[in-house]
């Protein structure tokens, strides 16, 4: 996803991305249509069509999709310039030390109380209370390792890491506080030894053996599909990063009907279910927008 030292980019694309969002017919707006962006992942386009159906399905008011902005950066900036009116999914972690440039904070509750009234304060903009979900770094093994050394929680790997192989990315590996460095001395244990890997091939790595355990994102869709299990941060290393969508309230202004359907949201999609929800377009290869509407049938869209 597009967090932490992950979502770092450089302005030059940020400028280059956001001048897209200028283009004739993505900055302009009618009274009647709302502009929902989203990243380009599956994760984000999923959402930003069940944000979509919702807001159709519940008001009067039309929804324009501005898909496959390069970042949460990006992202941010299109909202604050006016150029979209919701961003589907924010995740705290990303918009504490991106956004607000703020020191991370490693309570889920506390670090949402901090981004909804810096985000008031700073930016007119109205921060939801998440999803349901969160889309963090977990350590990830084989269900046959679990189960051989009964693995629920990271530190039930201690006794066994120094026989074992880890596979993370590399800007992970060598960065500063919530990096490699910063998880041993958490736990208190090193690996056998740490490959640098681009992230997308963790999971073979891991399902084909060649890795023992693998840094992954908790919500990816692979997880599914490979079988694999992702352990407990139970010392709460990671900061958390919980997704909420996030609105100009000059728009909740002028359409009040819209915080009700984004209210229906909060806390409907847990981590299971979006991990499905990504498997189901990453690895079955449905469209978003079909992943969306099956969801939203199946919950009656929360009536």
Not at 165 to 192: I, M, P, Q, S
């Amino acid at each position: 996803m597009w967090k932490k030292g992950r979502m770092a980019v450089l302005s030059i694309v940020a400028a280059f991305t956001l001048s897209a969002c200028s283009l004739p017919g993505l900055g302009s707006n009618s009274d009647e249509s709302v502009r929902i962006a989203t990243l380009n992942t599956s994760e984000s386009q999923i959402v930003g069509q069940i944000i979509k159906k919702m807001i159709e399905h519940d008001t009067d008011l039309k929804a324009e999709m501005i898909q496959n902005l390069g970042s949460s950066i990006v992202q941010h900036q299109a909202l604050t310039e006016g150029q979209v009116d919701i961003t589907a999914t924010r995740y705290t972690g990303t918009d504490l030390s991106g956004a607000l440039g703020l020191d991370p904070v490693k309570d889920p509750k506390k670090a949402t109380q901090i981004v909804q009234k810096e985000f008031k304060d700073r930016f007119d903009q109205t921060w939801y209370d998440s999803y349901g979900f969160a889309n963090t770094y977990a350590l990830t093994v084989t269900q046959q390792l679990a189960e051989k050394y009964h693995l629920q929680n990271v530190s039930d790997l201690e006794s066994i890491a120094g026989n074992l192989k880890l596979g993370v990315d590399n800007a992970w590996l060598n960065r500063k506080g919530d990096g490699y460095d910063g998880f041993t001395e958490a736990y208190d244990f090193r690996f056998e030894k740490a490959f640098p890997m681009q992230l997308g091939l963790v999971y073979q790595a891991v399902k084909s053996g060649k890795m023992d355990v693998v840094l992954a994102y908790s919500t990816d869709g692979r997880l599914k599909a490979f079988n694999l299990k992702t352990l407990e941060d139970d010392k709460q290393f990671f900061p958390p990063y919980n997704c909420s969508p996030v609105i100009n309230n000059d728009v909740l202004k002028e359409h009040p009907e819209l915080d009700k359907v984004l209210r229906k949201l909060v806390g409907k999609i847990d981590n299971d279910t979006i991990t499905e929800l990504n498997y189901q377009s990453d690895v079955k290869k449905k469209e978003p927008a079909t992943v969306a509407e099956d969801f939203l049938k199946k919950n009656n869209y929360f009536e």
